[in-house]
């Protein structure tokens, strides 16, 4: 999930011929900025499908036990919030009746247009919007699928409500995304890099609730919670945490010339280094999930 902003030309899900998105093959964001007082706020990313696969192929690999946990039925209309190229959500239109995909970014629907799949862009936390513009139909759907995609989106509120608008009384929300303390050693050691380097504070980017906090919000917003946990999964990192910092590090780097970005990402790697490699030069991060379904009351 990204924060494109582009406005999207793709079909609706409304429109029969609609059949799905594709997900996450972004990688190597390259990140727009602005600075709010002295905090660097990151706006938006582009993403190169390549690195992605290389350095985090694992986030689509992970998320197929999602996916048994919603347990699609073949004659369900199923959105996919936060689709990326679609490399999940292909995986998922093969189990539902018909999947409709939403990304934030341009590319990442565009790559799951060219898989066949049927996507538009939509930010995860303007689905009201969309509704209101005709792009998506409320109550329209049996239930929602998320993977990895809420993190990137503070306004979990919006997320929330744009959701129960969108599904059926009683349809389904069910999603992972990461939780309380996820990718805790590199969030610290690339602000203590910024700092070292002697760059500004940057904002922190990412969305990582207790299962208690994601609970409170989902009642407020009108769901029963069925099932939520959080449960803590080391993550072998195949590029290491270079490879991590390359695709993922843009919010702490895309704000800095070539040569700073550089060497704040250098000394990232340093401070993780011993904690997250093993003596075999093997690199595991510190990933938390959290994972939950609910039902719209
Ligand atoms: C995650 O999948 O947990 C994640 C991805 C990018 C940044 C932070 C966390």
């Known amino acids: 999930m990204t924060t494109g902003e582009r406005a999207s030309t793709s ?30 706020v990151m706006t938006s990313y582009d993403w190169n499908a390549q690195t992605y696969a ?11 036990t999602v996916l048994d946990l919603l347990d699609p039925q073949g004659h369900e209309l199923v959105l996919d919030l936060g689709c990326g190229d679609g490399v999940l959500t292909a995986e998922l ?19 799951a247009q060219d898989r066949g ?3 538009q862009v939509v930010h995860g936390a303007k689905i009201a919007e969309a ?7 409320a109550g329209s759907f049996d239930a929602v699928f998320t993977n990895a995609a809420l993190h990137w989106i503070p306004a979990a509120q919006d997320v929330i409500a744009g959701v129960h608008q969108l599904l059926k009384p009683g349809g389904r929300f069910v999603g992972e995304f990461g939780g309380h303390g996820n990718v805790a050693s590199l969030s610290i050691a690339l602000h203590a890099a910024r700092r070292l380097h002697g760059v500004e504070p940057a904002a922190h980017p990412w969305f990582f609730p207790t299962a208690a906090e994601y609970e409170e919000l989902l009642r407020a917003g009108g769901f029963d919670v069925r099932l939520i946990e959080i449960h803590h999964r080391p993550t072998p990192l195949p590029t290491g945490a270079a490879g991590w910092i390359e695709t993922f590090g843009d919010p702490f780097l895309g704000d800095l010339d070539a040569d700073t970005a550089q060497a704040v990402a250098a000394t990232a790697v340093e401070l ?6 093993d003596s075999h030069g093997n690199w595991t991060a510190d990933y938390v999930r959290l994972r939950f379904a609910a039902v719209r009351i």
């Open 131 to 137: 509704i209101t513009e005709g792009r998506l139909v």
């Open 272 to 277: 993780v280094e011993v904690s997250m490699r």
């Open 93 to 111: 239109a093969s189990r539902a009746g018909r999947v409709h995909g939403i990304d934030a970014s341009p590319d990442m629907v565009a790559a």
């Open 11 to 40: 079909t609706s899900p409304d429109n029969p011929d609609f059949h799905l998105c594709a997900r996450h093959t972004h990688v190597h964001a390259r990140a727009r900025s602005r600075v709010r007082g002295s905090i660097v």
């Open 54 to 64: 290389e350095n985090v192929g694992f986030v689509p690999e992970l998320g197929r």
């Open 117 to 119: 799949l049927d996507a």
